[in-house]
């Protein structure tokens, strides 16, 4: 484990490296010898090589950046020797190495702008380097004024004049990109301040000893360029010791926050040229010409740089208008889009033999492709069917995605009813083939909507989509893989369920709904055993709705838990009630239906738990009836609620056996304790001897596995005297009791109890007894 006060301290560490370097270029500053400061130079540069190596073993740098610096380093110290001070136009050789340690510095602040700038490559990158160069044509229209030409008045060597005049404007861009990673981060670290701090003090440094050779600045004001360079080295190695250096690095999150200030610094960049242009007069000719070459390049790039960002905001603003119109996913139309399609051809005017017509496919069981091999192969699928449908419709078609899994197709093109169909039939067919993901062979099904456009339609192309809807959505109720035309009688069932489940949202606040009960009877001792609870729907209005219509859209919707919770308490309460006031037997039971819903449910067994605690009634009285179709969907998930129901001692009835798979491994894997035969067997079951038979099966079957038997719908005493032959103990139907209101359960109790044993009892006096 490293220890001390360098791994403890490594901000304090650097802070203390940065004073050792003030004093250094105080010193350097401060001593007469012009070798001393030279000497004091040449140690600042060289320490850097030990200060960046132990910095990386520090900070664990990559070697890029280590090699970078001090690559940098050895030039310039390369170039100190070899002009004896900082760039000259007498060293051509000096000038060169100045050179390449300023094309070092440019290459390591791209990989750093690289890193540090989002959207770098996206174009970003092109009108930075744009802007670079309009940096350095004003820098060298500076130079060349200020520094250039008055050394060119007195010296010969063009190679060095021309190399001396590069340097400069090629620092400019130096300093330009340490702004504009500066600009483009909006936290930055110290090490980032350092960076910039010591390429400013290297380029202060340079500028000196550039005035001094252009005779700009006295022979005396030498000693000031060395501390400069003393001091950028210094900022150098307290970069790379400070620990912030990891975080240059990283990209920032979020995006470049730079375009605006780029702007500012490259106009203020280009307030030198101008002013110098305005108030330096050439010397000469040539100095005239050098002047309105630059200036008239310099133009024409700004120029070329404005049209460049026109074309490319252009083409921003393409691309974002396309992101906007179109789904990212497939790349088809999206909504807005088609919308707007529709629109526009109900308001053009069409032939009167063309039937534009709109196709709403929508995927089935989608669903199960996402759960069972995941999105991304729910997105292939997606992709895959895009293509399909493109290549199904006829030329002129749009094919949009809605949403989701859904595609709608607006057909311009169709001449006839039977065209349109003939279209639909096609996009069905692009089904019948699996679907070749990544994870293997998929096939995926399709409900297909029709709906004609009309030329007289007044409505909008929301309504003409919603109708396209209305109709995809009756060929899933058609079992799917199938095509349905819309016509107006959908849309009314459509309205009227609607409006159905609008109302159902509220019946229970309103007390709309209420429960009748239906006795079941003991057919051995006459008793009535037990009551199932039926649930009824009287609007306030005086409506009745059925049971069959309202219980599927709370099964839809999801009410169907809510009012399933209702009901199973104000069943057992009444149950409660009828007990303690003798209208039944205390071992009386209540039966309630579950729906697939309230069972997928996990926190059903504490609603039953509450409502056994509530009511104060017995588990073992409350059976809860459930259907195949539960077990089948979901079987796990109905085995788990099942057994925990079961561990509260309430019992379990299996609904309308017979009817659905009527398998029988349902009877040994699930935790039941009674069948029920559904009305179906029974209404047959005096007259139909296949019927019968199957009655018996069921009745020997439930019997040999300990299990109760009620007979369902029980219609007429011949009914009733057959299942009673077959060994069905328990029945109910319309022949014993019809459902009847919780406050006439006593009569009717009453009446049943006072004929005594069914099996032997006259039909006329059934019949008076039921009427």
């Known amino acids: 484990m490293r220890g001390g006060l360098l791994n403890r301290e490594p901000v304090l560490l650097s ?22 400061r030279d000497t004091i130079y040449v140690v600042a540069a060289l320490q850097l090589i030990p200060v960046v190596v132990f910095a990386r073993w520090r900070n664990n740098l990559s070697w890029y950046p280590v090699a970078f610096i001090i690559s940098v380093a050895g030039l310039y110290v390369l170039e100190h020797f070899t002009a004896g001070s900082g760039p000259s136009y007498e060293s051509p050789v000096a000038v060169t190495f100045a050179l ?13 702008l690289r890193t540090n700038t989002t959207g770098y490559s996206s174009g970003y990158g092109h009108g930075l380097w744009a802007d670079a160069l309009i940096i350095a044509l004003g820098a060298w229209i500076v130079s060349w004024a200020v520094l250039v030409q008055p050394i060119r008045v007195i010296a010969d060597d063009g190679v060095g004049i021309l190399l001396y005049g590069l340097y400069q404007p090629a620092s400019s861009v130096v300093l330009f990109l340490v702004a504009v990673i500066v600009l483009s981060r909006k936290q930055r670290p110290v090490a980032l301040w350092l960076l910039a701090a010591g390429l400013a003090f290297n380029m202060a440094g340079d500028i000196v000893f550039s005035l001094i050779d252009a005779g700009r600045l006295g022979g005396g004001t030498e000693r000031l360029a060395l501390p400069l360079y003393v001091a950028a080295h210094f900022c150098a190695g307290a970069l790379f010791l400070h620990p912030s250096i990891s975080m240059l690095g990283k990209t920032p999150v979020g995006p470049p926050a730079t375009s605006l200030a780029r702007l500012a610094v490259t106009f203020a960049s280009l307030i030198g040229p101008a002013i110098v242009l305005a108030a330096m007069a050439p010397a000469d000719m040539t100095d005239s ?15 070329l740089r404005v049209v460049v960002a026109v074309r490319a905001n252009a083409r921003a603003q393409a691309e974002l208008l396309h992101g906007v119109q179109t789904d990212p996913l497939t790349g088809l139309p999206n909504r807005t889009v088609l919308l707007q399609n529709i629109n526009d051809l109900l308001r053009d005017s069409w032939h009167p033999d063309e039937h534009p017509t709109l196709f709403f496919v929508d995927l089935d069981r989608f669903k199960n492709i996402n759960d069972s091999l995941g999105h991304a192969a729910g997105d292939e699928v997606l992709v895959t069917v895009a293509r399909r449908l493109i290549n199904a419709v006829p030329e002129g078609a749009t094919v949009a995605r809605f949403s989701g899994d859904e595609y709608v197709v607006l057909d311009t093109t169709a001449k006839s009813t039977g065209g349109a169909m003939a279209v639909a039939e096609r996009l069905l067919a692009v089904f019948r083939e699996p679907l070749a993901l990544s994870q293997g062979d998929v096939f995926v099904t399709a409900s297909i909507g029709v709906a004609a456009i009309s030329a007289t339609s007044s409505t909008s192309p929301e309504d003409l989509v919603r109708h396209a809807d209305t109709a995809m959505y009756r060929a899933k109720d058609a079992g799917r893989n199938c095509v349905a035309v819309y016509d107006e009688s959908m849309h009314e069932r459509v309205a009227h369920r609607l409006s159905v489940e609008t109302a159902l949202y509220r019946a229970l606040d309103r007390r709309e709904l209420r429960l009748f009960h239906q006795p079941i009877l003991d057919l051995q001792s006459g008793d009535v055993v037990g009551f199932e609870a039926l649930m009824r729907w009287q609007q306030s209005d005086g409506t009745i709705v059925s049971p069959a219509e309202f219980i599927p859209i709370a099964e839809d919707t999801g009410t169907i838990v809510p009012i399933g919770s209702w009901a199973l308490l104000e069943a057992l309460t009444q149950l409660r009630n009828w007990i303690d006031d003798g209208v039944c037997s205390p071992s009386a039971t209540m039966s309630v239906n579950v729906s697939p819903r309230q069972l997928s449910d996990s926190n059903f ?6 409502a056994l605690t509530r009511s104060n009634v017995p588990p073992q009285l409350l059976w809860l009836e459930v259907t195949e179709s539960v077990m089948i969907t979901e079987p796990e998930l109905a085995l788990a609620t099942l057994r925990r129901l079961r561990s509260l001692g309430v019992r379990v009835a299996l609904d309308d056996f017979g009817t659905g798979y009527s398998s029988l491994s349902l009877l040994q894997k699930f935790p039941l304790q009674r069948i029920k035969i559904d009305r179906a067997f029974v209404q047959g079951v005096a007259d139909n001897p296949n ?3 199957l009655v018996r099966t069921i009745v020997a079957m439930g019997r040999s596995l300990g299990l109760d038997i009620v007979a369902e719908g029980v219609e007429s005493v011949h009914q009733l005297q057959v299942l009673s032959d077959l060994g069905c103990n328990k029945a109910q139907g319309y022949l014993i009791s019809h459902p009847v209101p919780p406050d006439a359960m006593r009569s009717t109790v009453a009446a049943l109890e006072r004929l005594g044993h069914f099996p032997g009892l006259r039909l006329n006096t059934v019949e008076a007894v039921t009427s």
């Open 100 to 112: 390449a340690a300023v094309a070092c510095l440019v290459g390591c602040l791209t990989v750093l």
């Open 605 to 610: 067994p504490s609603i039953v738990s509450e």
């Open 15 to 36: 802070w203390i490296y940065v004073g050792i370097g003030a004093v250094m270029t105080a010193l350097c500053f401060a001593v007469p010898s012009e070798s001393l």
């Open 289 to 303: 010409i050098v002047r309105s070459v630059s200036a008239t390049i310099i133009v024409f790039a700004i120029t």
């Open 691 to 693: 019927d019968r038979s």
